[in-house]
């Protein structure tokens, strides 16, 4: 019998991209989330983490757990209330996997977890960092915090945890990639701020092998940044972008004020960045498809 994988989230973004990796390498997978998936070949289950419900047989059934639950750090403003919405969807989701899979009588040994680079902090320069950097500052450092304490938890239920600190997933499909090449491709693209915060980015497909291979290699355990080995500058991912797209970038930089006013706090995910290490699961055999930029973004945009 193949392995069982359950996916939290699995109709995201990346879960739909991971979704589809495992189903052709043999594997059965299933989703768990706020409603059923109608994907051919993949088994729905329903949770409600405010409620704290889980469908039966949902744990029960699962080798692997791959936890990618979250609500989207950049699909609305930041106000009050969403903010509370992405801190709990991630902590409240962890505390509800933990709970359950400490009292279920289940069968699952692997639990890969998704976290984010955001731990690190928003404007941390051009520095290099790697796992062992501090927590930094501001509202998504400490959602990130808060989210891996409780992943942390696992680790007390005797299962391998490997955690992947995700940088900016560049898709066709959605996140932020779409929402850069839409002004540059209507010849209005700009450099964002001062166009010198890093972007530590990495192609969806990258990602996904690399949490296969968190699923496959039983040596990995403990957390990895799941970024390419070359971040950019926002203005040298701008004119790669509009290079490879034909298109030039003629306007001047928009001025960080006017992101402010236009996104509000939310403003710090574009003005702000960090240069993010991979150093480390390529040293435990992890090998990029696409570690430069340009050739990540011709296979994207093609």
């Known amino acids: 019998m193949p392995l069982n994988i359950l996916i939290t989230?699995?109709?995201?973004?990346v879960g739909t991209a991971l979704t589809a990796l495992l189903l052709d390498k043999g594997?059965?997978?299933?989703?768990?989330?706020?409603?059923?998936?109608?994907?051919?070949?993949?088994?729905?289950?329903?949770?409600n983490i405010r409620e704290g419900f889980v469908e039966n047989d949902a744990l029960e059934s699962a080798n692997i757990v791959v936890?990618?639950?979250?609500?989207?750090?950049?699909?609305q403003r930041w106000t009050d209330s969403r903010k509370e919405i992405i801190l709990q969807s991630r902590v409240q989701s962890t505390r509800?996997?933990?709970t359950k899979l400490a009292k279920a009588e289940g069968i699952c040994e692997t639990v890969v977890a998704a976290s984010a680079i955001g731990i690190y902090g928003m404007d941390t320069g051009d520095s290099w960092l790697d796992e062992s950097s501090a927590v930094g500052e501001g509202f998504l450092a400490e959602v990130t915090s808060q989210w891996e304490k409780e992943i942390e938890r696992l680790n007390e239920l005797k299962l391998r945890?490997?955690?992947?600190?995700?940088?900016?997933?560049?898709s066709e499909n959605g996140g932020a990639l779409p929402k850069m090449?839409?002004?540059?491709?209507?010849?209005v693209g700009a450099v964002l701020g001062s166009g010198k915060q890093y972007m530590s980015w990495i192609h969806i497909d990258d990602l996904?092998?690399?949490?296969?291979?968190?699923?496959?290699?039983?040596?990995?355990?403990?957390?990895?940044?799941?970024?390419?080995?070359?971040?950019?500058?926002n203005e040298t991912f701008t004119r790669t972008l509009a290079q490879v797209l034909n298109k030039s970038i003629w306007l001047p930089p928009v001025p960080e004020l006017a992101l402010k006013l236009a996104?509000?706090?939310?403003a710090q995910v574009v003005t702000g960045g960090n240069r993010v290490s991979s150093r480390k699961i390529a040293s435990s055999g992890y090998q990029f498809r696409y570690p430069e930029l340009t050739t990540a973004l011709q296979d994207i945009l093609k």
Request: a positive charge.
């Open 9 to 13: 989230g699995g109709s995201g973004l």
């Open 27 to 47: 594997y059965q997978v299933s989703h768990l989330g706020r409603s059923r998936t109608s994907k051919k070949d993949v088994k729905s289950y329903i949770w």
């Open 67 to 75: 936890h990618l639950a979250g609500a989207g750090i950049a699909d």
């Open 96 to 98: 509800l996997l933990y």
């Open 161 to 170: 945890l490997v955690t992947l600190r995700t940088g900016i997933v560049l």
């Open 181 to 187: 090449a839409k002004p540059v491709r209507m010849n």
């Open 208 to 233: 996904c092998r690399m949490i296969l291979m968190a699923i496959e290699n039983q040596s990995l355990s403990g957390v990895y940044n799941a970024v390419a080995p070359n971040p950019q500058t």
């Open 263 to 266: 996104m509000g706090e939310m």
